[in-house]
């Protein structure tokens, strides 16, 4: 026996599929490409730059990211995809002895940061409407992770009650993880100004459309970014490739291509949930690129199974015993949605 090995339990990411002719809805990835400026960045990039290491601290991005939020550039940090953030925002915020407390149904990835850093944690269940109680996140507590949008589910909560988590918790850290902000959430960025321990994560895997590029960012007060630049420039301070680094700024810089997507979506997203609604199917309200429905007339593992069948991939979590009846379904274009549809009105026949 070999002493000294980890045990822990992995997060478990949604398939990648490589077919032809599927339609891929599983992971919540954007319906619609990336910007034609983006695409340029890409093509223009020299490749002679990749002999050198890449930025310490992504001084051009940040910059645009600073003028597109209307923040200072030294409370942004950024990081490999916005699991990077949060996996080292974990390490650098969350040491005493009370528990994390975060929803027991919400990103799988809290629980496994947790366990792998030893942190104590607490599941907070969700209410029968599946959504957050913002009474639970009042009591002693090591610090609050929340996302909102939440997913799973899709709801999100109120400024207002965001606001009232955060100022009952000031002595503890609260991340406001926004991966899924821009399809309908609200932010807390307003709030940065007035709490010191408020941490806010965001990623351009959803409304950017680049989850292959691996790129998130994280935002606070200069306090909690010294702490987490600190632990950054611990374990990997070329956090961030040169090439990932320059498609990201071209993103930022041409966001307006990407609010006018994030809208498609969500137009396409109300639609496909009305007629599921019509189906009979409960559909929960979503403020993100996915809907959470329980399918009516037929099981959720058959719907799932013949979904796939047609090469339709959506995300079925069957071991998961709240939501073990529901699927996940990402928002795709329009003309994917209503294939979609038409074979989920098959399956009911």
Do not use: M
């Given at each position: 026996m070999i002493k000294g090995l980890r045990n822990i339990q992995p997060y478990i990411p949604g398939s990648q599929p490589q077919k032809a002719n599927m339609i891929k809805l599983n992971t919540n990835e954007n319906a619609y490409g990336p910007s034609p400026t983006v695409q340029m960045a890409l093509k223009d990039f020299g490749v002679s730059e990749l002999r050198k290491y890449s930025s310490l601290n992504q001084v051009d991005?940040?910059?645009?990211?600073?003028?597109?939020?209307?923040?200072?550039?030294?409370?942004?940090?950024?990081g490999n995809g916005s699991d990077d953030i949060l996996s080292m925002a974990f390490l650098a915020f969350f040491n005493s002895k009370e528990p994390v407390l975060f929803p027991d149904l919400t990103y799988g990835f809290y629980k496994v940061w947790a366990d792998l850093y030893?942190?104590?944690?607490?599941?907070?269940?969700?209410?029968?409407?599946?959504?957050?109680?913002?009474?639970?996140?009042?009591?002693?507590?090591?610090?609050?992770?929340?996302?909102?949008?939440?997913?799973?589910?899709?709801?999100?909560?109120?400024?207002?009650?965001?606001?009232?988590?955060?100022?009952?918790?000031?002595?503890?850290?609260?991340?406001?993880?926004?991966?899924?902000?821009?399809?309908?959430?609200?932010?807390?960025?307003?709030?940065?100004e007035k709490y010191d321990n408020l941490f806010i994560t965001r990623t351009f895997s959803k409304d950017a459309a680049l989850a292959g590029l691996r790129v998130g960012y994280g935002i606070g007060s200069p306090l909690l970014i010294g702490v987490i630049n600190a632990v950054k420039n611990s374990v990997n301070p070329y956090n961030v490739d040169s090439i990932a680094e320059k498609a990201a700024t071209a993103a930022v810089e041409s966001w307006d291509y990407y609010a006018e997507n994030c809208q498609k979506i969500m137009a396409t997203r109300d639609w496909f949930g009305g007629e599921l609604a019509n189906l009979g199917f409960e559909v929960l309200p979503s403020a993100t690129n996915f809907i959470l429905t329980k399918p009516v007339g037929i099981d959720a593992a058959l719907l799932f199974a013949y979904l796939q069948e047609d090469h339709i991939y959506v995300r079925y979590f069957p071991t998961v015993e709240r939501i073990k009846d529901y699927l996940r379904i990402s928002i795709g274009t329009r003309e994917e949605m209503e294939t979609v549809l038409a074979v989920i009105k098959e399956a009911l026949r």
């Open positions: 991005l940040r910059r645009v990211l600073a003028k597109n939020l209307d923040i200072p550039a030294d409370q942004i940090v950024i030893h942190i104590s944690y607490q599941e907070v269940p969700l209410n029968n409407q599946f959504e957050i109680e913002t009474t639970d996140y009042l009591g002693e507590n090591g610090g609050i992770v929340i996302a909102n949008p939440n997913a799973p589910t899709g709801l999100f909560k109120s400024l207002a009650e965001i606001e009232e988590i955060i100022q009952a918790n000031q002595d503890v850290v609260v991340i406001i993880d926004e991966a899924y902000v821009n399809f309908g959430g609200e932010t807390a960025i307003p709030l940065l």
